[in-house]
Antibody, heavy 120, light 113 residues
Framework: QVQLVESGGGVVQPGGSLRLSCATS????????MHWVRQAPGKGLEWVAL????????YYADSVKGRFTISRDNSKSTLYLEMNSLRFEDTAIYYC?????????????WGQGTTVAVSS | DIVMTQSPDSLAVSLGERATINCKSS????????????LAWYQQKPGQPPKLLIY???TRESGVPDRFSGSGSGTDFTLTISSLQAEDVATYYC?????????FGQGTKLEIK
């Protein structure tokens, strides 16, 4: 079955950096776009970034544009999120999310998430 | 950006009764080339990631009980739980995937009355 396992979260000071990873299995990773979605404590869901199946196109929420970079390694079936210049408001659970199909950007399967806490 | 607005923010329904959650988008989610509405519904229980319930506004995801149904088109959508079960206590989110940035409603917290 489809599995998405995030890692790399932790506590970081404002202005610091983290790199999240999402190891995937159970589907053909190289054929589907992938997303990161986050959820601040006690809050709703916020889409963060999207990367096409081949990595050629990337889209970001305005709140992270210029600070976060989404990437993927299709040979390792792994998705990444490089986070720089972290702010207090980036504190959240970060979910790796699989695109549902090749022709549109609906999502279906979510990982369990990894927690990022920005604190001084 | 497309703004998604859910109502109500919270809802208390008796077991076995119907629960209805509404979602309104700031622009149409209907794409005429494939005759579909780019709208999904998710269920999130405490401490768990969201789970896809409905996509294309009314298509139930595999394994989702048939008491869950989605309806609507254009800018107005509804998630209905026909007979509330205890395990349905959760927060429900609508989401548009018509365009980036993908956006979610603020969530509706469903509880037992």
């Amino acid at each position: 079955q489809v599995q998405l396992v995030e890692s790399g979260g932790g506590v970081v000071q404002p202005g610091g950096s983290l790199r999240l990873s999402c190891a995937t299995s159970g589907f053909t990773f190289s054929t589907l776009a992938m997303h990161w979605v986050r959820q601040a404590p006690g809050k709703g869901l916020e889409w963060v970034a999207l990367i096409w199946y081949d990595g050629t196109n990337k889209y970001y929420a305005d709140s992270v544009k210029g600070r976060f970079t989404i990437s993927r390694d299709n040979s390792k079936s792994t998705l990444y999120l490089e986070m720089n210049s972290l702010r207090f408001e980036d504190t959240a659970i970060y979910y790796c999310v699989k695109n549902q199909a090749v022709s549109y950007f609906g999502v279906d399967v979510w990982g369990q998430g990894t927690t990022v806490a920005v604190s001084s | 950006d497309i703004v998604m607005t859910q109502s109500p923010d919270s809802l208390a329904v008796s077991l076995g009764e119907r629960a209805t959650i509404n979602c309104k988008s700031s622009q149409s989610l209907f794409y005429s080339s494939n005759n579909k509405n780019f709208l999904a519904w998710y269920q999130q229980k405490p401490g768990q990631p969201p789970k896809l319930l409905i996509y294309w506004a009314s298509t139930r995801e595999s394994g989702v009980p048939d008491r869950f149904s989605g309806s609507g088109s254009g800018t107005d959508f509804t998630l209905t739980i026909s007979s509330l079960q205890a395990e349905d206590v959760a927060t429900y989110y609508c989401q548009q995937y018509y365009s980036t940035p993908l956006t979610f409603g603020q969530g509706t917290k469903l509880e037992i009355k």
